[in-house]
T-cell receptor, first 111, second 114 residues
Framework: RKEVEQDPGPFNVPEGATVAFNCTYS??????FFWYRQDCRKEPKLLMS???SGNEDGRFTAQLNRASQYISLLIRDSKLSDSATYLC????????????FGTGTRLKVLA | NAGVTQTPKFRVLKTGQSMTLLCAQD?????MYWYRQDPGMGLRLIHY???????AKGEVPDGYNVSRLKKQNFLLGLESAAPSQTSVYFC?????????????FGAGSRLTVL
């Protein structure tokens, strides 16, 4: 079982829709959490860090539930340009600086 | 500012050959990582380093060796390449000062082992 798990999708949604992704992590000692975005055949790029209190960046909202060990990403008012793979990351347990990625969730926003 | 640079970008090897992938970063980052990405598997951590002269194993270290002789460089070696090592390899680095330890990635190295 992978340490960080995500639904691989694909999620096909119409423009303007709201879509949510969930991710679970098994190492309860994980300290840092992120969402990365990866476009086809490109390197992953940071979308946003995830904080315990939850955080928002424009149309994107990230939540962390430590008790249930899951992370979520909500995208509102989806744009065609949001089509990509979204990668969940957890790590930093016990000061190891070891970061584990989930398998990624594919999103396709349809016109 | 180049960020993280990986060389080579593409390579084709025959089974049993050896090669080294080079990762160089010019951001004075303390931490460096090697990941591989395969279809349906996401990114899997091979090895990582928290400083010059130190390395540690990740999720899938077998068949690979690494060295961090200089702070700016992190080398990934394949001593005897196997077809199962056909993959896209990504290097990343991060800084202790960034707080949340955000990873900056190189553009990737696509390796095919025949």
């Amino acid at each position: 079982r992978k340490e960080v798990e995500q639904d691989p999708g694909p999620f096909n949604v119409p423009e303007g829709a709201t879509v949510a992704f969930n991710c679970t992590y098994s190492n309860s000692a994980s300290q840092s959490f992120f969402w990365y975005r990866q476009d086809c055949r490109k390197e992953p790029k940071l979308l946003m860090s995830v904080y315990s209190s939850g955080n928002e960046d424009g149309r994107f909202t990230a939540q962390l539930n430590r008790a249930s060990q899951y992370i979520s990403l909500l995208i509102r008012d989806s744009k065609l340009s949001d089509s990509a793979t979204y990668l969940c990351v957890a790590g930093g347990a016990s000061g190891t600086y070891k970061y584990i990625f989930g398998t990624g969730t594919r999103l396709k926003v349809l016109a | 500012n180049a960020g993280v640079t990986q060389t080579p970008k593409f390579r084709v090897l025959k089974t049993g050959q050896s090669m080294t992938l080079l990762c160089a970063q010019d951001m004075n980052h303390e931490y460096m990582y090697w990941y591989r990405q395969d279809p349906g598997m996401g990114l899997r951590l091979i090895h990582y380093s928290v400083g010059e002269g130190t390395t540690a194993k990740g999720e899938v270290p077998d068949g690979y060796n690494v060295s961090r002789l200089k702070k700016q460089n992190f080398l990934l070696g394949l001593e005897s390449a196997a077809p199962s090592q056909t993959s896209v390899y990504f290097c990343a680095s991060s800084s202790r000062e960034s707080g949340a330890n955000v990873l900056t990635f190189g553009a990737g190295s696509r390796l095919t082992v025949l």
